[in-house]
């Protein structure tokens, strides 16, 4: 345990603090989309980091929301 931690401080989740932005490098990630992807095709991020469909990229495996899909992230990938 972190010996500055002070358990009297309120503290908030990392998801609601700007600072912490999850990453993955390899494997299945979910990721927001401009609604142009679709399931067993591919996506790279825009220009806004939103993915968006492309011939080459990112596999999209499912659509989990209006704007969101699982995608497979390959180490191997060259955009």
């Known amino acids: 345990m972190n010996p500055d931690w002070d358990p009297s401080e309120n503290s908030c989740s990392r998801k609601d603090q700007p600072e912490w932005v999850p990453v993955g490098l390899v494997g299945k990630l ?9 399931v067993g ?14 011939p080459i990229g990112y596999r999209v495996m499912k659509r989990t929301g209006k704007n969101q899909l699982l995608v497979l992230v390959d180490s191997a990938l060259r955009l």
């Open 41 to 54: 095709g591919y996506c790279k991020p825009n220009h806004e980091g939103i993915a968006t469909a492309s």
């Open 30 to 38: 979910l990721v927001r989309d401009d609604g142009t992807c679709k």
